[in-house]
């Protein structure tokens, strides 16, 4: 790959040549690709992105595929960044922006990191991929799989919510429910990798599936005019997407893209019955203790998160703030964003609007400095966790009477 040197280990500097590998074989470290960021930045500038194509591709010169690689794409990216005059007023905030991922093609930021891991699967001469998943990434994989014309197994907690299920399994993959928790399916994976020559996108072809979460920070910079903002909220579970949006942010003033670099305060939002990373970066340490998760947020329900180390570090290094709320609290958050900015976001969604909501009565945001609130995911996939708390307003006969007396229309002076 032209613009990548090797895959480096986060822990001990050792590097390896670019391929299927995600450990370090002398320290356990997990690797990353290295970058030669001064060719990319002799290559890439503002104008060339702009004339690229909408969607995550218009970055691929800081992503992990070489040119000239077919690149898997079912118009990935571009996601609205909204700008949320109501939710910030009834929270507070100066300015406040969503970055709306249930856009994307299967309704959540996890095709992003589909899209780049099964590129390079296909160019490494994969003919089948597989996942371990809480749900957005068995639907994203199953989806592009279908379009390439590979063979799919997505591994999944069997007590996932019936709509990620049924979103998963049209695709026609072959979906293996297990009867354990995320962390027990990704234990399981883990020995299936060492047994079938299969791309997991997030075991062994792990360095490049993080690697597409980058584009999420490309984007609200772009969409900024450039800037980075001083704020961004992002929802943890392994706690990757949050340590790739600031190597984002950070590589984008490498190259040159930004010119002052980024000041960006990073904080985290997990739900209270699963927050080891909260958890560590309330108590002043990185050391993260696992947890059983007991959460209705399961797309987050990761009891010992792989990144959640590196995740808390980059939030106290950024001065952010880690932040988690109860299972009411999401759902409360879930109505507070439908109802003030028309957006129905899953639970995992729920997790960050409260979380933001608590960091924001905390002075979090009394700078007045922009924030920008990742929304990962579409409520429709976890509709069952708002059953029985919303539903008709009322119930009546198929009558003009009745219609006129459930709502007190006659007691209306305007009327």
């Known amino acids: 790959m032209a613009h990548v040197l090797n895959l480096t280990c986060r822990e001990c500097g050792r590097t390896y040549p670019v391929g299927p590998v995600h450990v370090c074989d002398f320290c356990f470290g997990p690797l990353e690709p290295a970058y030669d960021y001064a060719a990319i930045a002799a290559t890439v500038s503002r104008e060339s992105i702009a004339a690229g194509p909408q969607t995550i591709w218009r970055y691929a010169g800081l992503l992990p595929i070489e040119d ?14 909204v700008r949320a005059d109501h939710l910030a007023r009834q929270l507070g905030i100066a300015e406040l922006y969503l970055k709306n991922d249930m856009a994307n093609p299967t309704h959540s930021f996890k095709d992003r990191v589909v899209t780049v891991a099964l590129t390079a699967a296909r160019a490494m001469g994969f003919t089948t991929v597989a996942c371990a998943s ?3 990434l068995a639907n994203s994989v199953a989806a592009h799989a279908a379009r390439m014309g590979l063979k799919a197994f997505v591994f999944i907690p069997a007590d996932l919510e019936a709509a990620k299920i049924v979103t998963t399994a049209v695709y026609g993959a072959t979906v ?13 994976c883990s020995e299936v990798a060492q047994t079938q020559h299969w791309a997991f996108v997030n075991v062994n072809l792990r360095p490049f ?5 980058k584009t999420l920070a490309f984007e609200v910079t772009e969409q900024l005019g450039w800037e980075a903002p001083e704020h961004v909220v992002v929802p943890a579970a392994s706690g990757s997407l ?4 600031h190597r984002g942010l950070s590589e984008l003033h490498k190259v040159g893209l930004l010119e002052q670099a980024p000041a960006t305060s990073i904080h985290l939002a997990q739900a ?16 993260i203790r696992p947890v059983k998760p007991n959460t209705i947020a399961k797309s987050l329900a990761i009891g010992n998160p792989a990144d959640g180390y590196y995740a808390s570090k980059i939030v106290r290094r950024t001065e952010g703030r880690a932040e988690s709320v109860t299972d009411e609290e ?24 409260g979380a933001l909501a608590k960091m924001a009565a905390a002075g979090a945001f009394a700078d007045g400095g922009r924030v920008v609130a990742l929304i990962t995911g579409m ?37």
């Open 330 to 353: 999401i759902i409360a958050a879930i109505r507070l964003l439908a109802s003030t900015e028309g957006l129905f976001t899953e639970t995992a969604g729920g997790v960050t609007i």
């Open 176 to 188: 293996v429910a297990v009867k354990g928790n995320y962390d027990q399916v990704n234990r399981l």
């Open 272 to 287: 209270l019955g699963c927050s080891p990373i909260v958890g560590a970066v309330q108590s002043g340490t990185d050391h």
């Open 68 to 81: 000239g690689v077919e690149r898997v794409d079912l118009g990935t990216g571009c996601t609205p960044l």
């Open 134 to 136: 809480t749900g957005n």
């Open 242 to 245: 949050l340590t790739k949006v």
């Open 379 to 415: 409520g429709l996939k976890t509709a069952e966790a708002l059953q029985d708390r919303v539903g008709p307003t009322v119930e009546i006969q198929p009558e003009l009477e009745a219609f006129e007396e459930a709502l007190g229309f006659l007691e209306d002076p305007a009327r």
């Open 209 to 213: 599936y993080s690697e597409g979460s």
